[in-house]
């Protein structure tokens, strides 16, 4: 499989279409805690196309606040495409990954000889843009309780089930949500004890 058929934007595409924007994909393997891209680095759109990447940002005290994680098939850097600078993300895979680059330059010409595919950028824009909202809300709860129970709940409706699997560990969620591991650790305990939550696993959770 080619590197940007795991991408929604291209899939559309017809096979050559694909092929010609595969032939820009420039490969790079990472190791555990290696950094993929730092601010100040040229704009560029990053595919995933095996392993897993954070996205991370570090507070004036060195904290590390966790934007969000990128698996197999996701992409980021949409902003970047379009001369915005990057100047607070950094990406570091989380395990053994291989990363595909396709340059700001290069994209932006596709989008002359590919319309269609400024439609798609702008939805995937607009979703990632919406994640960030997200996290916002979450970051805007003052009890930290209250702000894990929210995501809890949020995770029964993507998931589908009262019975949710977090995406990271405690650790990343505790970036995520903007407090630290210990903490995190006694609020589930305290929801636990109150019977709104029910452990099954430290991954897996019954939200009643």
């Known amino acids: 499989m080619l590197c940007v058929q795991l991408v929604p934007i291209f899939q559309g595409l017809e096979y050559n279409q694909q092929l010609k924007i595969e032939q820009l994909v420039?490969?790079?393997h990472v190791q555990k805690q290696e950094t993929v891209l730092m601010p100040?680095?040229?704009?560029?759109?990053i595919i995933l196309e095996r392993g897993q990447l954070k996205a991370v940002q570090y507070t004036d005290d060195g904290r590390e606040k966790l934007q969000?994680?990128?698996n197999t098939g996701d992409y980021t850097g949409e902003n970047w495409l379009f001369g915005e600078e990057n100047t607070h993300t950094f990406l570091i895979a989380t395990e053994d990954s291989l990363v595909c680059h396709i340059a700001a330059d290069d994209f932006n010409q596709l989008l002359v000889s590919l319309p269609d595919l400024s439609y798609q950028l702008l939805k995937s824009m607009?979703?990632?843009n919406n994640q960030l909202l997200q996290q916002n809300a979450y970051l805007a709860i003052g009890?930290?309780?209250a702000r894990l129970l929210a995501y809890f709940n949020d995770?029964?409706?993507q998931q589908q089930s009262q019975t949710i699997t977090l995406p990271f560990n405690l650790k990343d969620l505790a970036a995520y949500l903007g407090t630290t591991p210990e903490t995190?650790?006694?609020k589930i305990?305290?929801?636990?004890?109150?019977h709104q939550i029910t452990k099954l696993s430290n991954l897996k959770y019954r939200i009643h």
């Not at 100040?40 to 759109?45: E, I, K």
């Not at 305990?189 to 109150?194: D, I, N, P």
């Open 126 to 128: 607009v979703n990632h």
């Open 68 to 70: 969000f994680f990128m």
């Open 143 to 145: 009890r930290i309780e």
């Open 184 to 186: 995190i650790s006694r």
């Open 40 to 45: 100040g680095d040229p704009g560029q759109l």
């Open 26 to 28: 420039r490969r790079t």
């Open 155 to 157: 995770l029964t409706i």
């Open 189 to 194: 305990a305290t929801l636990v004890e109150s």
